[in-house]
């Protein structure tokens, strides 16, 4: 039972930090194309 306990804890850290990655790559993204934006202005 505990080995399924952690097993699920390390799965759910994964996909927390995964989303943390994907989250964070996408604000870096929008804020590239904003200084593009402002660049060709």
């Known amino acids: 039972m505990l080995t399924i306990a952690i097993i ?6 994964l ?3 995964a989303f943390s990655l ?3 790559i996408h604000i870096l993204l929008v804020v590239a194309i904003i200084l593009f934006i ?3 202005l």
Do not use: K
Not at 8 to 13: E, G, T
């Open 22 to 24: 994907g989250w964070f």
């Open 15 to 17: 996909g927390f930090f």
């Open 38 to 40: 402002i660049r060709l």
């Open 8 to 13: 699920l804890l390390i799965l759910w850290a």
